[in-house]
T-cell receptor
Framework: NAGVMQNPRHLVRRRGQEARLRCSPM?????VYWYRQLPEEGLKFMVY????????ESGMPKERFSAEFPKEGPSILRIQQVVRGDSAAYFC??????????FGQGTRLTVV | AQRVTQPEKLLSVFKGAPVELKCNYS??????LFWYVQYSRQRLQLLLR??SRESIKGFTADLNKGETSFHLKKPFAQEEDSAMYYC????????????FGGGTRLMVKP
């Protein structure tokens, strides 16, 4: 089991472009979480998904951000019209049930 | 709603000193509590969970339901313990969602 895979590891976008962050959970895991970590800050919950369902998106900004976890393929966190304040590390975690969550290496988004 | 609070953003101690990283939670049920650690430039990894009652790298944490706390302790801090520590809660009420505290950065000085 290769662990939670996130790609790309580093992503540079100009203001106004779209950013797509991918997360492949561990095999057999049906729960996916996305977190954002701003520089010198802690983890902030964004969204919790199960296959084809958004369970909790209370941490997602109301505009420009969306997430999905389709039946097939990775979970995608999509940021439209990025701004400088979106620059952060975005972490994905997966878990099978109520057990430990396994984290990916994160995607560092830089908006220039 | 479930919530995890880590009141200290930064905790600085000298090597060999005792360490206690505080974690308080609110949850209307029986939660599962975890501590995660993030060393510099590495991914988060599980340090310990309350149900296993293990001691990992000298760290222990006891769930106190009366005080709704799950403080992380180590009697003698080491420099390699310097990292970001996150307390997390998982509850059946919220579809097993993991909620993290804001994190505490532990700095162990030589």
């Amino acid at each position: 089991n290769a662990g939670v895979m996130q790609n790309p590891r580093h992503l540079v976008r100009r203001r106004g472009q779209e950013a797509r962050l991918r997360c492949s959970p561990m095999k057999g895991h049906s729960h996916v979480y996305w977190y954002r970590q701003l520089p010198e800050e802690g983890l902030k919950f964004m969204v919790y998904l199960q296959k084809e369902n958004i369970i909790d998106e209370s941490g997602m900004p109301k505009e420009r951000f969306s997430a999905e976890f389709p039946k097939e393929g990775p979970s995608i966190l999509r940021i439209q019209q990025v701004v400088r304040g979106d620059s952060a590390a975005y972490f994905c975690a997966s878990s099978p049930q109520v057990t430990e969550a396994f984290f990916g290496q994160g995607t560092r988004l830089t908006v220039v | 709603a479930q919530r995890v609070t880590q009141p200290e953003k930064l905790l600085s101690v000298f090597k060999g000193a005792p360490v206690e990283l505080k974690c308080n939670y609110s949850y209307s049920g029986s939660p599962e509590l975890f501590w995660y650690v993030q060393y510099s430039r590495q991914r988060l990894q599980l340090l310990l969970r309350h149900i296993s009652r293990e001691s990992i790298k000298g760290f222990t944490a006891d769930l106190n339901k009366g005080e709704t706390s799950f403080h992380l302790k180590k009697p003698f801090a080491q420099e390699e313990d310097s990292a970001m520590y996150y307390c997390a809660l998982s509850g059946h009420n919220a579809g097993n969602m993991l909620t993290f505290g804001g994190g505490t950065r532990l700095m162990v000085k030589p």
